[in-house]
């Protein structure tokens, strides 16, 4: 019964490679994020998706892509990974209303690695 | 845009008494604050949530205190529990604005 799910959970990788990290939520929400928390436990939003349109994109590299097949699916691509991408990444759902958007629900997690 | 931070970037509270968590905001116009619970190796888990329009809510345990003034949210937790150790944020945005900005966490250790 997990209500925002990911994988992989553990993600290791070298310089230069291209990978996918995928998201689904049960909850029947219709907004789904990407948000990045560096080794300082710092979290950062880096795109949101509301009816599978995009409606928040940070200052991101254009080495990620968001892709959203589908409300409740949000995967995230990656190409020519970097050092500096290093990090764990949380995908978050919640449901937009008439008093706006609700609390965030979050997944585990995926932890990446590159070397 | 918003910034957000916590006062103490750790705590340690003896279990069973109570710990509060402080934390201030930049933007005036933050109207929605949530505070989260991120255990080792999980995500962030809801805790509780204030909008603007009160200063204080209290859920199991916990009571938010919303300070506009000032700018400042504090987390009060009763009677902590070692389960209670983990990273705290608190989080601020405009109500019906989708982008939460996070602030830097803090970690709360309980000594039995």
């Known amino acids: 019964d997990t209500a925002v799910s990911q994988t992989p959970k553990y ?6 490679n291209d990978k996918s990290i995928k998201c689904e939520q049960n909850l029947g929400h219709d907004t789904m994020y990407w948000y990045k928390q560096d080794s300082k436990k710092f979290l950062k939003i880096m795109f949101s998706y509301n009816n599978k349109e995009l409606i928040i994109n940070e200052t991101v590299p ?54 | 845009g918003e910034s957000v931070g916590l ?66 949210l504090s987390l009060q937790i009763a009677a902590t529990q070692p389960g209670d150790s983990a990273v705290y944020f608190c989080a601020a945005c405009l109500f019906g604005n989708e982008k939460l900005t996070f602030g830097t966490g803090t970690r709360l250790t309980i000594i039995p």
Not at chain 1, 11 to 16: A, C, D, E, I
Not at chain 1, 62 to 86: Q, T, W
Not at chain 2, 21 to 48: H, L, T
């Open chain 1, 11 to 16: 993600l290791v990788t070298q310089m230069g």
């Open chain 1, 62 to 115: 254009n080495r990620f892509s968001p892709k959203s097949p589908d409300k409740a699916h949000l995967n995230l691509h990656i190409n020519s990974l970097e050092l500096g991408d290093s990090a764990v990444y949380f995908c978050a759902s919640s449901q937009s209303g008439d008093r706006g958007f609700y609390e965030q629900y979050f997944g585990p997690g995926t932890r990446l690695t590159v070397t």
């Open chain 2, 7 to 72: 006062h103490l970037p750790t705590l340690s509270v003896q279990e069973g008494d109570n710990s509060i968590i402080n934390c201030a905001y930049s933007n005036s116009a933050s109207d929605y604050f949530i505070w989260y619970k991120q255990e080792s190796g999980k995500g962030p888990q809801f805790i509780i949530d204030i909008r603007s329009n009160m200063d204080k809510r209290q859920g199991q345990r916990v009571t938010v205190l919303l300070n506009k003034t000032v700018k400042h």
